[in-house]
């Protein structure tokens, strides 16, 4: 999930990022997300980042999967402890989804 914020009102909302398949400019530094090619079809959601700030996180939600699932795959060779190494992925997804703070 990535966190945007609705446009207007300024209210943060997670979104699943494989949801989205078109975004577009709003004409005053927003998006508009769509989840079909066909703007007709399906929901559309403004937010206040840019199309460029959108692509961005989704790009960055999309590499930490990847990250992730290596990572949890060699730390639960190394440590043996599946415990410790869910607890750690835990933490550390929710710190990426902006639901704990960076310490």
Known sequence: ????TFNG???????????IALIETDG?????????????DGWEVRVKESPEEVTKKILEYKLAMVKYSVGFAQAL????????VFDNAEFKMSELAGLEEPQ
Do not use: T
């Open 1 to 4: 999930m990535i966190k945007l």
């Open 9 to 19: 009102v300024n209210v943060p909302m997670m979104i699943d990022p494989a949801k």
């Open 28 to 40: 005053s530094g927003g998006s508009y997300l769509y989840d079909s090619f066909n703007r007709s």
């Open 77 to 84: 060779r190394d440590s043996g402890d599946p415990e410790w």
